[in-house]
């Protein structure tokens, strides 16, 4: 480690492992009321396991950039945090609102929480993936502002990299974006036109510049590849993905009463929205290629191209899938939506996060990496989940295409629940691959706790 | 990405792309969006021909080919400038980068006066497939001639430091990848002229 105030990383990286635990688990639950739908009903209703799972989804990620900033920016501003107090304070602020959140969630029903969180002063509760209480949202606003005044003061007072740029801009737009959280127009079109500018314009914008950071940080350090030719790299990247995520946000205007040209504009542009992903990958595999350095920590190196292939898949392939209107018209909101989005989180925004984690984790407990029994350990978690993935994501788009079938195209379409019955083999099948998933991250936390002899010191 | 090294080690005869790697792998993804959208022209104008053509009749194609002649003099003008630096006539380069932003404004000009006119007849993007696609790619281009100029701006800026010259690869290489850029602008507008306002 080569600054010391880079350890306020630690905790952020060891909640964000524990929430992770927490998403899976509600995964779990949720997809096992997918086939039995009164299991533990009426203590956990699906749609609060829903919530639980995607709101614990969200908060690690967050967590999770958060520490990598801590990680990063010190190191590539040659300068200790503005702040390490503030930091600290800021994790403890988060960790309890969002405990609280989600206790919340778990205690009372959803009505009770918004009368008493004060949803009525302004409402901004009850939409999908905002979920969140409005005191939880200001929450989020003020550690965010706190973390980026941190972050950019480091930034300011030290060297300034095209990765820290590149980071701070990401960071700076995920809180700009969060604000149209707070904006609930009573029009439904409006409503759901700006609810896209915080959800799309997250993973399919400033997100993907976040995620292009991380991944150029880590392959600095693990291939040694000139700084000047990663960072064209990221610049071409992030180009690219402004330039098709931002008009791409148009995919998600097809059919909420918009005018007809977004079926046009949102096609296009959201069809070449792979083309950065593939570019990530080509520029992974291209710096370990020529890496100058053979880095003792395979195991950070595998996460980072991992993220390559898996992001592309998830993100670009499955994304491309269902993003041309005519397609969309019939697969809208089915099960291949699921399938996608299980693989570009993970294969994206979970990855990225494990590669940094991997590679800054042993670094913050005093070794360049982990002995050679903790790297296999690690390795095996890293196939387990990703293949976990993979079948998740071909289950869920198997009953997905069985769907459309049988619900939609079909002469004598059946009905919704009718539907669902159909293809709960394929259910039953993504809950137990859910299951292998599980197994790898318990794996993965295992890892951390395997002995051995240690790497040389970092 | 390593252009320097591989022009040393390739003979001088060899043809290698101008400019860096990164600059090109962007104006492919740039052709392939402009692409896409010529061919979701296509087959929309194979389902309305009669609408597409009577709509066609009203753009302003005085205009457009006045555009093309401007882009294109602007195009040769920054060929001028990329042959002046490789002749080491260093303090040629910024005339003439400065002419090509004069004819790209040009374009910028008389654009506006035609999105102006459509604009002020209450023509909108709901207001018909063929206008949809009219103002779409057009625009989508005229944020590309922006972007252009702004590239010129920047290179005539380094050129007036005379930083351009045959024995600075690293400023030749930017010089090129500018270059590359505009002519890219010009290229799909020599197609979107015909496309969207002669062919029928």
Not at chain 1, 365 to 389: C, D
Not at chain 2, 29 to 35: G, N, R, S, T
Request: aromatic letters at 16%; charged letters at 10%.
């Amino acid at each position: 480690m080569q600054y010391k105030s880079q350890a306020v990383a630690t905790p952020y990286f060891i909640a964000a492992i524990g929430l992770f635990v927490g998403q899976i688990i509600f995964g779990l639950i949720m997809g096992l009321q997918y086939v039995i739908g009164d299991f533990l009903f009426p203590m956990i209703p699906f749609n609060v396991a829903r919530m639980v799972h995607t709101n614990l989804l969200i908060v690690w990620l967050l967590f999770g950039f958060m520490g990598a900033a801590y990680y990063m920016i010190p190191e590539e501003s040659e300068t200790e945090l503005f702040s390490p107090k503030l930091a600290l304070a800021m994790f403890w602020i988060f960790l309890v609102a969002g405990a609280l959140t989600i206790v919340g969630y778990l205690a009372v029903p959803y009505a009770t929480l918004a009368e008493l969180t004060g949803n009525d002063l302004l409402e901004t509760m009850g939409r999908e993936f905002l979920e969140q209480p409005l005191i939880t949202k200001v929450g989020i606003v003020i550690v965010a502002l706190a973390f980026l005044f941190n972050i950019s003061m480091t930034v300011l007072k030290g060297r300034k990299t095209s990765i820290s740029l590149v980071m701070l801009l990401g960071l700076w737009g995920l809180a700009v974006f969060f604000l149209f959280s707070f904006y609930n127009p009573t029009n439904l079109v409006l409503d759901k036109f700006f609810w896209w500018w915080t959800v799309h314009l997250w993973v399919e914008g400033v997100w993907e510049l976040i995620l292009g950071a991380m991944l150029a940080f880590v392959l600095i350090k693990v291939t040694g590849v000139d700084r000047e030719v990663i960072e064209k790299w990221l610049y071409v990247i992030i180009t690219l993905t402004l330039v098709t995520g931002i008009i791409g946000t148009g995919h998600h205007y097809f059919w909420i009463g918009t005018p007809e040209y977004w079926q046009w504009w949102g096609s296009v542009f959201s069809a070449l929205e792979p083309i950065p992903f593939f570019a990530m990958t080509v520029f992974a595999f291209n710096m370990v290629n020529r890496r100058r350095r053979e880095h003792p920590n395979k195991a950070a190196t595998l996460w980072a191209l991992g993220t390559g292939v898996m992001a592309f898949l998830g993100a670009g392939v499955w994304g491309f899938l269902h993003t041309l209107a005519p397609v969309n018209y019939y697969t809208h909101g089915t099960q291949i939506t699921a399938a996608h989005g299980h693989m570009a989180f993970y294969g994206a925004y979970v990855m990225v996060n494990l590669t940094m984690i991997s590679y800054a984790m042993p670094i913050l407990r005093g070794r360049a990496a982990n002995s050679n029994k903790s790297q296999v350990l690690e390795m095996w978690s890293f196939w387990l989940m990703t293949i976990s993935i993979v079948f998740i994501t071909l289950f869920l788009t198997a009953a997905g295409i069985l769907q459309v079938w049988l619900q939609r195209v079909s002469e004598t379409p059946l009905s919704f629940m009718a539907t669902q019955d159909k293809i709960s083999l394929f259910y039953w099948m993504r809950e137990w691959t859910g299951v292998v998933f599980l197994i790898g991250l318990i794996l993965y936390i295992a890892s951390f706790f395997v002995k051995g002899e240690d790497k040389a010191a970092a | 990405m390593d252009t320097q090294a591989l022009a040393i080690e390739s003979p001088a005869s060899e043809r290698r792309l101008p400019g860096d790697l990164a600059i090109w792998f962007f104006i492919c993804a740039e052709l392939l969006a402009f692409c896409v959208f010529f061919a979701a022209y296509a087959f929309t104008r194979a389902k309305h021909v009669e609408l597409f053509n009577a709509e066609q009749l009203a753009l302003d194609r005085n205009a457009g080919a006045l555009n093309t002649i401007l882009l294109l003099t602007a195009s040769y003008f920054v060929v001028r400038a990329v042959q002046a630096a490789e002749a080491g006539l260093r303090d040629k380069v910024a005339p003439w980068l400065a002419a090509g932003f004069l004819c790209g404004s040009g374009f910028v000009a008389v654009k506006l006066v035609e999105y102006a006119d459509k604009l002020g007849a209450g023509i909108t993007l709901s207001t018909s497939p063929f206008y949809m696609f009219y103002l779409s790619l057009t625009f989508f281009h005229f944020m590309h001639v922006l972007l252009g100029l702004v590239i010129l701006a920047v290179l005539w800026f380094q050129a007036r430091r005379g930083n351009y010259g045959p024995d600075n690869g690293t400023a030749m290489n930017n010089l090129h990848s500018g270059a590359s850029y505009w002519h890219m602008v010009d290229l799909v507008w020599i197609i979107l002229f015909p496309l969207v306002y002669v062919l029928r």
